[in-house]
């Protein structure tokens, strides 16, 4: 996934620590390495790991807890009432480490995480191995943590300080939106943010609901209103955008502000769908993103892709829309990008970390392969992905993870979720019939 789109033939990746060291043909790697571990991946596709640009990992407590309604009911009728009750350090723990597991068994190794509580999410995610950007969501009043907004701004920066050289978690400002963020907190998260040289980022033009609510509030649409506040730029970057015009692509393109969009999320919650090719063509950074489990209600970044190489073409009806390899590199270099990690991740490169994805051709659905990137677009599925590493160390070996308890994970979100389920049932039902 380097610029010329490279593709080696019976290939070897050379890991140093946590570095890629060397990539090229097996023979050659051979005679200059002498590994400690050789992991034999004949028959299998070896890739840089894919990005998530934007996600709430312990939504996954949530998980199908609230479908088939509209963003503005699913957010205030059930999610922030559930958020409201149940979250705490333990099950924000339990909620991201089962994200995690479900991430890197499907060969996601990077995720922008925004949700309460970073601090627990962050200790899920060390112990996962999984690379993590943490950002804690920035309101101007109340929220599911128990925190004023002061004491968030307090707790932002202490984890700031104290992941300045963590080599798996990042951190990232994150003001929840232009509707759930006043001006004055917008600026000062931003300024925050500048300060230590970190990501901005937060939700903008999802539904038109919220673009008329913020035109109604401050005169003009999420976009224009950020301009104003001098808050677009290359180090902002902006969840969905499925409601943008001309001009404000534009501005995307002219401050350089990244988009991610998380199109199955957005096609479930009828948000719409957004202009990708458009901001493409512009040259705004564009990645995908999962969304949250809540609504999506999966993690699953080989979907995602997928639909960004299909959706387009059916819309535009042309086919030559995001061909297969633009596909496979918004979900790694072009979500690397949108994140401010394409320094670090997002292809297989000397210097570059060893996120590092085997994923096996030797199944009905991928024979025969003419062509890589094809196969990699519009075949392969999760459950093909074999092996991954994260930072050099081996965190999903012939598809079970290494560094957690699958079925311990998958217990203790399930322990919450029957508490869940015994306080919901003993209230009024707000469900959807």
Same mark, same amino acid.
């Given at each position: #996934?380097?610029?010329?789109?490279?593709?080696?033939?019976?290939?070897?990746?050379?890991?140093?620590?946590?570095?890629?060291?060397?990539?090229?043909?097996?023979?050659? /790697?051979?005679?200059?390495?002498?590994?400690?571990?050789?992991?034999?991946?004949?028959?299998?596709?070896?890739?840089?790991?894919?990005?998530?640009?934007? &996600?709430?990992?312990?939504?996954?407590?949530?998980?199908?807890?609230?479908?088939? $309604?509209?963003?503005?009911?699913?957010?205030?009728?059930?999610?922030?009432?559930?958020?409201?009750?149940?979250?705490?350090?333990?099950?924000?723990?339990?909620?991201?480490?089962?994200? *995690?597991?479900?991430? %890197?068994?499907?060969?996601?190794?990077?995720?922008?995480? #925004?949700?309460?509580?970073?601090?627990? *999410?962050?200790?899920?995610?060390?112990?996962?191995?999984?690379?993590?950007?943490?950002?804690?969501?920035?309101?101007?009043?109340?929220?599911?943590?128990?925190?004023?907004?002061?004491?968030?701004?307090?707790?932002?920066?202490?984890?700031?300080?104290?992941?300045?050289?963590?080599?798996?978690?990042?951190?990232?400002?994150?003001?929840?939106? &232009?509707?759930?963020?006043?001006?004055?907190?917008?600026?000062?998260?931003?300024?925050?943010?500048?300060?230590?040289?970190?990501?901005?980022?937060?939700?903008?033009?999802?539904?038109?609901?919220?673009?008329?609510?913020?035109?109604?509030?401050?005169?003009?649409?999420?976009?224009?209103?950020?301009?104003?506040?001098?808050? /677009?730029?290359?180090?902002?970057?902006?969840?969905?955008?499925?409601?943008?015009? +001309?001009?404000?692509?534009? $501005?995307?393109?002219?401050?350089? &502000?990244?988009?991610?969009? *998380?199109?199955?999320?957005?096609?479930?919650?009828?948000?719409?769908?957004?202009?990708?090719?458009?901001?493409?063509?512009?040259?705004?950074?564009?990645?995908?993103?999962?969304?949250?489990?809540?609504?999506?209600?999966? %993690?699953?970044?080989?979907?995602?892709?997928?639909?960004?190489?299909?959706?387009?073409?059916?819309?535009?009806?042309?086919?030559?829309?995001?061909?297969?390899?633009?596909?496979?590199?918004?979900?790694?270099?072009?979500?690397?990008?949108?994140?401010?990690? +394409?320094? %670090?991740?997002?292809?297989?490169?000397?210097?570059?970390?060893?996120?590092?994805?085997?994923?096996?051709? +030797?199944?009905?659905?991928?024979?025969?392969?003419?062509?890589?990137?094809?196969?990699?677009?519009?075949?392969?599925?999760?459950? +093909?992905?074999?092996?991954?590493?994260?930072?050099?160390?081996?965190?999903?070996?012939?598809?079970?993870?290494?560094?957690?308890?699958?079925?311990? &994970?998958?217990?203790?979100?399930?322990?919450?979720?029957?508490?869940?389920?015994?306080?919901?049932?003993?209230?009024?039902?707000?469900?959807?019939?």
């Amino acid at each position: #996934m380097d610029d010329a789109f490279t593709v080696v033939r019976d290939g070897a990746v050379a890991v140093r620590g946590t570095d890629v060291a060397a990539v090229g043909p097996s023979a050659e /790697l051979r005679a200059r390495y002498a590994p400690a571990e050789t992991i034999d991946a004949r028959g299998q596709v070896v890739l840089p790991g894919l990005v998530n640009g934007h &996600t709430h990992a312990a939504m996954t407590l949530f998980r199908g807890m609230a479908d088939d $309604l509209a963003l503005e009911s699913w957010l205030a009728d059930h999610i922030w009432p559930a958020e409201a009750a149940w979250i705490d350090e333990d099950t924000v723990a339990r909620g991201t480490a089962l994200a *995690c597991v479900e991430m %890197l068994k499907g060969g996601v190794t990077t995720a922008l995480d #925004m949700y309460w509580l970073p601090e627990a *999410c962050g200790a899920a995610a060390r112990a996962a191995g999984f690379r993590l950007v943490l950002g804690g969501v920035l309101v101007d009043g109340a929220g599911a943590d128990g925190l004023t907004p002061e004491a968030r701004f307090a707790a932002s920066r202490a984890l700031l300080e104290s992941h300045r050289d963590d080599p798996l978690l990042g951190v990232s400002i994150q003001p929840h939106s &232009t509707y759930a963020a006043s001006p004055d907190l917008l600026v000062e998260a931003k300024a925050l943010a500048d300060s230590y040289g970190v990501r901005y980022a937060l939700h903008a033009a999802e539904t038109r609901a919220e673009t008329e609510l913020v035109k109604g509030r401050y005169g003009s649409t999420p976009v224009r209103h950020l301009h104003a506040l001098g808050l /677009l730029g290359p180090a902002t970057t902006l969840a969905h955008g499925v409601h943008f015009d +001309d001009e404000e692509i534009a $501005l995307l393109a002219a401050t350089g &502000t990244a988009v991610v969009h *998380c199109l199955e999320s957005e096609l479930k919650l009828a948000s719409g769908i957004p202009r990708m090719p458009e901001l493409l063509a512009a040259g705004v950074p564009v990645g995908l993103g999962t969304d949250g489990t809540a609504s999506n209600n999966d %993690l699953d970044m080989w979907a995602e892709l997928r639909l960004a190489a299909l959706l387009f073409k059916a819309r535009g009806n042309d086919p030559t829309l995001v061909p297969a390899r633009l596909a496979l590199r918004l979900a790694t270099r072009g979500g690397a990008r949108a994140l401010g990690l +394409d320094h %670090l991740v997002g292809s297989l490169e000397p210097g570059k970390r060893a996120d590092v994805v085997l994923v096996d051709f +030797d199944r009905p659905h991928l024979t025969p392969v003419y062509d890589v990137f094809s196969h990699l677009a519009y075949a392969v599925n999760k459950a +093909d992905v074999r092996t991954v590493l994260v930072n050099g160390r081996v965190v999903v070996r012939d598809h079970r993870v290494t560094t957690l308890d699958e079925r311990e &994970t998958m217990e203790r979100v399930r322990e919450v979720a029957a508490r869940i389920a015994a306080d919901r049932a003993a209230r009024p039902s707000r469900s959807p019939g």
